[in-house]
């Protein structure tokens, strides 16, 4: 610590000058007093905004599933068709066995040529 003389007419003050250790702040306090700053600078979107929104949102993934859906439904048809035209099926249905799995495979050969799958 070092001793100042200040002097003030006739007499002379001895003072001592005292050093103050400043603290640093920590980066994570200043990081948090940062981001509190810019958080009050927001404007925050009213309850009707939020509502509104939401609700747009909704109807467009409801619009978007159902195009997905109507062009997935034409591709497989459409696939389907152009698979049809190359390879042709019987219009008879096979003639149902005695095991199980030819049953199994007789009844989903049925389905498919009844739904126009095959």
Known sequence: MS???ITSGD???SKKVKKVKVKKPNRFTKWFREMFAELKKVTWATKKQIINNTLIVLAVMVVAGILI???DFAGS???S???RLFKRTPDVLPTPSATPTAAVESAA???FVTFGLR
């Open 77 to 79: 048809n459409i696939f």
């Open 81 to 83: 068709m152009i698979l």
């Open 69 to 71: 859906w109507v062009l």
């Open 11 to 13: 007499k002379t003050e």
């Open 109 to 111: 050969n049925a389905l």
């Open 3 to 5: 001793d100042n003389k």
